[in-house]
């Protein structure tokens, strides 16, 4: 007899499953520790006009499928109404079978929505589209409201050094239960080789940290003020978008020089820009150390792949992919490099391209130490928080680190429905390790297996970020 899709028991395949999921993990409240969540519509306590502004906009995952099945960008990112481009979007679901979306789309529809027993199409969508805009007005359906509905104990937003954190600071002062915190993503403060992007960050650098930026030692001194800033509200996490880590030989008077030529408004060359990098990224590194933070590394992204979409949409709409640079031999350098001078903080380390995953466990086994799971190998991201990502995530950490210390899930997300992304990756370590026991594999002893699927689920991540 064939299981019931999106049942109760949902990818969890035999009876000890069931019972780690259902018994322990299905109800634990939920740390999200990165996304991308707009502050301000938490800190305004956000209702939405309709499903499409909350569930569509800024989804480049849903915008990728729908250019994939021919759909116009007018119904993407373009002028089409509200109601239109959620047609389109439910005319594309079907053909997303197989795909995440397909899991992700129902999911989210289930919960908050409790639309269960029917699926989106464009048959259906007149009638979904209504159930869901009906509930909108209600509290529940507010982002704080959202928030309280899907459990959530801490969230991580990303915020650039020069933000003033005026929303961070309203929701702690509105006695908001739970936590939302800044991460500090100090990208911008790398992107020497982008005058145009950089060179306004500066002038807002300046403005905010009140140190004016003479040469090097001074911007530095900016940096600190603002990575002092965001410590005396709340923050405990950094976070870095990389295509590689950046480990290029320098001297303290070539980055002097370098940073003079900035500021002069000359050209670098390739190897100053990288020489540059790998000083800040370990500048930064260093900030983190001393203040006992969590340092994130995402690496393997290239981005803004379709110069003419980048040119007309901009960046994070859906142009990006999976790199294949040199990962191994830069991330090492860096890593000892800090870890010489005892300056290594807690450090998350993810890869966007599945090659690199045993790369990646082997190399942090070099750097454990002085924690528990002081190098973690982060959880399935972007292209690969899907089943199949997860799976081989938890299967290589298991192997070759220790899956047991492991912080867990999070959303990487801009949309306030994407925490069953959490209820998914439950399941399915419930699902592993269920698994592994009806084979004979673990014992059935629930000593042992209560606390590893509790730990990832929450304890984990609770206790390695200081929550």
Not at 32 to 49: G, Q
Not at 59 to 81: F, L, Q
Not at 414 to 430: I, K, Q
Not at 436 to 453: A, F, H, Q, T, Y
Request: proline share 4%; charged share 25%.
């Amino acid at each position: 007899m064939s299981a019931k899709f999106l049942s109760a028991d949902f990818l969890l395949q035999n009876k000890t499953a069931q019972r780690l999921y259902h018994d322990h993990a299905e109800n634990l409240p939920i740390i999200d520790y990165h996304c991308h969540l707009p502050v301000e519509d938490i800190a305004s306590n956000k209702k939405f006009e309709n499903i499409t502004q909350m569930w569509l906009s800024g989804d480049h995952y849903k915008w990728r499928a729908m250019r994939a099945n021919g759909v116009d960008e007018a119904y993407c990112t373009g002028n089409k109404s509200d109601r239109e481009k959620f047609q389109s979007w439910a005319e594309t679901v079907p053909y997303t079978l197989r795909n995440p979306l397909y899991h992700w789309t129902h999911l989210e529809l289930r919960k908050p929505f409790g639309i269960e027993s029917v699926l989106l199409s464009g048959e259906t969508a007149e009638d979904i589209w209504n159930r869901c805009n009906e509930q909108l007005t209600k509290d529940e359906f507010s982002t704080r409201g959202l928030l309280r509905q899907f459990n959530l104990h801490t969230v991580c937003t990303t915020d650039d050094p020069v933000d003033s954190l005026e929303h961070h600071k309203k929701i702690k002062a509105d006695g908001f239960e739970i936590k939302v915190l800044p991460a500090f993503r100090p990208d911008k403060g790398m992107m020497v080789e982008s005058p145009e992007v950089f060179n306004p960050w500066l002038e807002k650098l300046q403005l905010v940290s009140g140190i004016e930026v003479k040469d090097f030692t001074t911007y530095m001194d900016a940096i600190k003020n603002r990575h002092d800033f965001f410590a005396s509200n709340g923050c405990t996490v950094s976070d870095h978008g990389l295509e590689t880590a950046y480990a290029e030989s320098y001297t303290k008077t070539e980055i002097e020089s370098i940073f003079g030529k900035v500021l002069a408004g000359s050209t670098l060359t390739v190897e100053e820009v990288l020489k540059f990098k790998s000083a800040m990224l370990y500048e930064f590194a260093v900030l983190d150390h001393e203040k006992n933070w969590v340092q994130q590394f995402h690496l393997g992204a290239l981005r803004n792949n379709n110069s003419r979409r980048f040119r007309t949409l901009g960046p994070d709409t859906g142009y990006d992919a999976m790199g294949d640079l040199e990962v191994a031999r830069p991330l090492a350098k860096l890593l000892d490099s800090l870890d010489t001078t005892d300056q290594l903080a807690k450090t998350i380390l993810y890869n966007l391209n599945p090659r690199d995953n045993e790369l990646i466990l082997t190399l942090m086994g070099c750097f454990q130490g002085g924690a528990p799971g002081k190098i973690q190998f982060g959880s399935g991201w972007w292209f690969l928080d899907q089943k199949d990502g997860m799976e081989k995530q938890i299967n290589a950490l298991s192997v070759l680190g220790l899956l047991s210390r492991f912080v867990g899930m999070l959303t990487d997300s801009r949309s306030f429905l994407s925490f069953p992304r959490h209820e998914y990756f439950r399941r399915l370590l419930c699902q592993i390790v269920g698994d592994d026991v009806e084979k004979g594999l673990l014992p059935d002893d629930g000593s042992l297996l209560v606390p590893l699927i509790e730990n990832i689920c929450f304890y984990n991540a609770k206790n390695y970020f200081g929550f």
